[in-house]
C-alpha cells in the first residue's frame, strides 16, 4: 500500500481554468440635457453657403465679374463692336459665296449661342421644381458661359455680311435687341457671382427677382432677334 504525500507545489503548478466569457463592464447610460436657450460661451453656428468655395482657392485675377465698373467698360467695348459691324455692312460688297458662307456661320452661331442659352435656362427650371440643387443650376449654367458668348459673338461679326438693310425698322429693332442681349449677359456674370457667394440658406428675394428679370430679358432678346431674321429672309 502507497501513501502519497500532500505537497504545495503540486498545487500551485496546476493549471488554472479560466472562463470563457468575459464580463463586460456595464454602459453608463448618457441622459440629455434640455437646453431652454443658447448655451453661454460657445460660439453661433455658420450659415451654409449655397454655393461652398473650396478652401485654399489660389486669387483669381481681376475678371468681368469684380466689379461693376468693368461691366461697363465691357459694355461700351461691346457696344464700338456692334456699331462696327454696323458700319462694315453699310462698305462692303458681299458676293454670293461670301453671303453663303456668312450665311452658314451665322445659323452655326445660333445654334451654339441660342442652344447655350435655353440649356441654361433648361437647368434653373430643373432646380425650380425641385430635382436639383441650386449649386448644380449654377455649375451647369457657368460651363455654358463660353459657347454662348462664342455663339454671339458669330452672330455679330456674320451678320454684317449678310447685306442687312438698316433703313428698316425692324432691322433697326434687332440690332438693339442685340445691344440690350450683349449688355444683359455682361451684367448676368455678376449675378452669378452674388449667388455664388450668398450666405443665406436660401435665395435672397433680391436675387431670385434679379435673376428672373436677367432671363426674362435674354428670352426677349434672343426670340425678337430670331423672329426678325426670319422675317427679313422671307420677306
Known sequence: MYTTSYDPADEAESPTVISPVTPIAPRRLRTDTVSW???H?????????????????PAKPLVLHDSWAIVGAAAVVASAVVAASVWVSTHIDVDPVLHTAALFVHL?????????????????????????????????AERLHLPIWVGLAGLIGSGAFLEPNLNSALTQTKVVLVLVLTVNGL?????????????????????????????????????????IGFWNAEH
Open 41 to 57: 460661451g460657445m460660439p453661433p453656428r455658420a450659415r451654409k453657403r449655397l454655393l461652398p468655395i473650396p478652401p485654399g482657392e
Open 37 to 39: 436657450g443658447p448655451l
Open 187 to 227: 451684367q448676368a456674370l455678376i449675378l452669378s457671382r452674388r449667388i455664388a457667394h450668398s450666405n443665406a440658406p436660401h435665395l435672397p428675394p433680391q436675387l431670385t427677382v434679379w435673376g428672373a428679370a436677367t432671363a426674362m430679358i435674354s428670352q426677349v432678346c434672343w426670340w425678337g432677334a430670331v423672329w
Open 108 to 140: 452655326a452661331s445660333l445654334v451654339l449661342g441660342f442652344g447655350g442659352v435655353l440649356i441654361a435656362d433648361y437647368l434653373v427650371l430643373v432646380w425650380i421644381s425641385g430635382r436639383s440643387t441650386l449649386a448644380e443650376a449654377i455649375r451647369g
